[in-house]
């Protein structure tokens, strides 16, 4: 047996501790062996479960420990709750028998049993941490998502098919009259060239009272001088008149 002085040193122990060379054998374990298997199998034999409630009571302990010399020492404190012995199934053997563990692979279990559950505490805290950084649903009310709705920008409310014909300009769309596109005169394409588009000029009568009026004042030689619509003159005898709607020419 160990003494007093021996676990305030586990290394020393374990070096006064006989190696076990033939682990006895169990046919059918007490319910104070604890099962070592993978897995859950054996997770509700009574020996495993004071395994783990004095795993549990010892945790914080563990955690505070701050060498690996304290933790060994929570570890031997562990195992000295557990009354019976370690197990685990011999493979080498079909009749279902059990190998007993050395103490040194009872500590070994005992301390993968104690990582695999801080691992599983941390896990647990990432996923809690994760949950609360999250933001949560928008409060944002009906009538405030209306407003932002219609405050909106174009890209936002059209689709780009929908864009593209809302932004290209159909230069011959004369608020959706339907008349074909009339050319200005010549003389009125070369002074206003920067035009986009023309417009459609109802036809007019020529203003024959006012080419009469001024009738004097073109020469008879040259009656194939354009005259106004709007006031029967020529370029010569003094017409005036712009626009689309006034610039219109006959020959007299």
């Not at 563990?62 to 009354?83: L, N, T």
């Not at 801080?118 to 407003?147: I, Q």
Request: hydrophobic letters at 25%; a neutral charge.
């Amino acid at each position: 047996m160990s003494s007093r002085k021996d676990l305030r040193n586990p290394k020393a122990a374990e070096r006064k501790e006989p190696p076990d060379m033939n682990n006895p054998l169990v046919v059918n374990p007490g319910p104070s062996a604890v099962i070592c298997s993978r897995g859950d199998v054996h997770s509700k034999h009574p020996g495993n479960r004071q395994l783990y409630q004095a795993i549990d009571s010892h945790m914080d302990q563990y955690e505070a420990a701050a060498s690996r010399g304290e933790r060994a020492r929570v570890v031997h404190q562990i195992k000295a709750c557990i009354p019976g012995d370690f197990v685990k199934r011999d493979s080498s053997r079909k009749n279902g028998t059990y190998s007993v563990l050395s103490n040194k692979e009872a500590r070994q279990k005992i301390s993968h049993a104690i990582r695999y559950k801080l691992k599983g505490r941390v896990n647990a805290s990432s996923v809690k941490t994760d949950k609360e950084s999250r933001p949560g649903p928008s409060s944002v009310s009906s009538s405030d998502s209306a407003s932002t709705t219609g405050a909106a920008d174009p890209d936002e409310i059209f689709s780009d098919n929908e864009l593209s014909s809302v932004l290209i300009i159909n230069p011959y769309d004369n608020q959706n009259v339907d008349t074909e596109p009339t050319p200005f005169p010549e003389e009125y394409v070369h002074s206003h060239v920067q035009q986009p588009y023309s417009y459609s000029v109802p036809l007019q009568t020529p203003n024959m009272a006012n080419y009469e009026a001024n009738s004097s004042t073109a020469s008879h030689g040259s009656l194939d001088a354009p005259l106004c619509y709007n006031c029967g003159l020529t370029h010569q005898s003094g017409c005036q008149c712009v626009g689309p709607q006034t610039t219109q020419w006959f020959n007299s």
